[in-house]
């Protein structure tokens, strides 16, 4: 499955508008061999309460990590251990963000599950290899995926959309700040949560990858829970990506 993004360049006043076409999953170290998968949320899964579980659309498959995403483009990131289930909530917010962004299932994996539960029976429940938010704010969707190391989410900004745009907001940590290798750690008790510094990156209409020069560093506001991106000069006419996740092993 691939999507377009259209690309305007503009020549002496004359406005050429040029189709960029998005490989479902377009990392920039070509990291798209994981195992891992999101299971599509069809009522299988229960609360501690035995309730069947509401407002999960797809959860993920093969990673310490597991991410449950939500009907409002949010993520819950938990962790299981023996006595309880850590968990942080990835909410984004600011003026420019979009509640009703669009859902796009990415390439469907051959696996299908079946789940014989005491409050029903769930058959045929598909998976799939990544996960779209289109528009999550204005021309800046975010998509869900696995690399070889775990799970990432890259942040795909079509031309005219700015950095500025992108609030996100973590609840249920202790604390959380930016560690010495430029890491988003979220502390909870004895476990956190880290994710990887963003690498930025554009693409042309070649389809070819033009790096920034540049790093998207986290800016964190500790009391609300709100991280934002410090970012440098890019090309405007071009998508810029912010991709966040473990690179590959071996580092490339």
Do not use: C
Not at 42 to 61: F, L, P, R
Not at 109 to 133: F, G, L, M, Q
């Amino acid at each position: 499955m691939k999507t377009s993004v259209k690309v305007v360049l503009t020549v002496i006043g004359i406005h050429f508008t040029v189709s960029v076409t998005w490989a479902q999953v377009h990392d920039a170290f070509g990291d798209t061999l994981g195992h891992g998968a999101f299971r599509k949320e069809m009522g299988q899964t229960a609360n501690t309460d035995g309730e069947v579980v509401t407002g999960i659309t797809h959860y993920s498959e093969g990673s310490p990590i597991k991410l449950w995403l939500h009907d409002d483009a949010s993520v819950t990131y938990s962790m299981a251990t023996d006595d309880t289930i850590y968990s942080v909530l990835q909410q984004f917010t600011g003026e420019d963000y979009n509640a009703g962004s669009d859902l796009v299932e990415g390439i469907q994996t051959e696996d299908h599950a079946n789940y014989y539960k005491p409050w029903d029976r769930v058959e045929e429940v598909p998976a799939y290899k990544s996960i779209r938010r289109n528009n999550v704010f204005t021309d800046i969707d975010v998509l869900y995926y696995f690399g070889r190391s775990g799970p990432k989410m890259a942040l795909i900004l079509q031309p005219g959309s700015s950095p500025t745009s992108i609030q996100i907001q973590y609840t249920g940590q202790d604390s959380l700040g930016v560690d010495l290798a430029g890491m988003l750690a979220l502390y909870q008790g004895e476990y956190q949560i880290r994710l990887n510094e963003a690498y930025a990156y554009q693409v042309d209409e070649s389809y070819d990858i033009i790096a920034v020069g540049w790093t998207p560093y986290y800016a964190v506001d500790g009391n609300s829970g709100i991280v934002s991106f410090e970012f440098d000069t890019y090309d405007t006419n071009l998508p810029l990506i912010f991709q966040i996740g473990p690179p590959p092993l071996g580092g490339g």
